[in-house]
């Protein structure tokens, strides 16, 4: 069976840095796009960031470009999104997820999702 669990969150200060991991079990992560979305209270979960299956391929909302990175190490079954210079706004719970499709996109079916991990920007 397909899980994805997400770790990495918790409570910084704004300018501050986390970094997210998205650890794949009961599947091979290299098969699967992968995609960073976050839902904050009472919004609508967004796309933030997506990777290729090789990972040649990556994308970004323009609300992270510049501050987010994603990457992914398929020996280790994992994905990763580094989060630099973090705003309030960036406060939500962000998940991962898995699509069949090798390409980087955030709009396509994702098929896989995991539970999801808080993140909070607070001073």
């Known amino acids: 069976q397909l899980q994805l669990v997400e770790s990495g969150g918790g409570l910084v200060q704004p300018g501050g840095s986390l970094r997210l991991s998205c650890q794949a079990s009961?599947?091979?992560?290299?098969?699967?796009?992968i995609g960073w979305f976050r839902q904050a209270p009472g919004k609508e979960r967004e796309g933030v960031s997506c990777?290729?299956?090789?990972?040649?391929?990556?994308k970004y909302a323009d609300f992270v470009k510049g501050r987010f990175t994603i990457a992914r190490d398929n020996a280790k079954n994992t994905v990763y999104l580094q989060m630099n210079s973090l705003k309030f706004a960036d406060t939500a719970v962000y998940y991962c997820?898995?699509?069949?499709?090798?390409?980087?996109?955030?709009?396509?079916?994702?098929?896989?999702w995991g539970l999801g991990t808080q993140v909070t920007v607070s001073s």
């Open positions: 009961g599947f091979a992560l290299e098969d699967y796009g």
């Open positions: 990777i290729s299956t090789s990972g040649g391929s990556r």
């Open positions: 997820a898995a699509t069949r499709f090798q390409f980087c996109a955030l709009l396509v079916p994702y098929d896989s």
